[in-house]
């Protein structure tokens, strides 16, 4: 994925299209933020001492997909990949035996998992599981949630690429 190739979200649709079609944008950013790198790169912290790296992007993304369409949505029983209770900013603690390849294949895998999730729901459709305060979000609150969380993340990976090898760009 290229950011020429990207998909484009809809200018004028129903509001599922909408959610769906600037998600799906935002996804593709971010994995578009990290083509082209090898896995030093990609593991390369933004300004130390922060661990902030493309990779860890993606990763935290695979977590939050996990958490708002599986463990929220669904309630299924799916732990955290990278992060623990002991290091809850795992997910950018990466080590040289941490690859481009598993980290976009968790991460795909999760978004895969987000698409079924939310397959045949209605957006007004509440989630199994509470939130903090104890209130339920629809699928419609996930949605926009999960755009402001790449849009968010897209920024940093906007310089973290800038940093890392001068890219700039869309």
Known sequence: MTITDRPSPPTASGER???????????????????GLDDAKLREASVPPSSLSLMGLVRHMADVERHWFRRTL??????????????????????????????????????????????????????????????????????????EEYARHNGHADLIRERVDGAVGA
Request: glycine share 8%.
């Open 74 to 147: 669904t309630a299924e029983d799916a732990p955290p990949l990278f992060y623990t209770d002991e290091d809850p900013d795992g997910e950018f603690h990466l080590s040289e035996k941490d690859t481009w390849k598993d980290a976009r294949a968790a991460w795909e895998g999760e978004v895969g998992r987000a698409r079924d999730a939310a397959s045949g729901r209605s957006l007004d459709d509440l989630a199994v599981q509470e939130i903090r305060g104890g209130e339920k979000v629809n699928l419609r609150w996930i949605y926009v949630h999960m755009i």
């Open 17 to 35: 299209a909408m959610l769906e079609g600037w998600l799906e944008f935002h996804r593709a950013t971010l994995v578009a933020k990290c083509e």
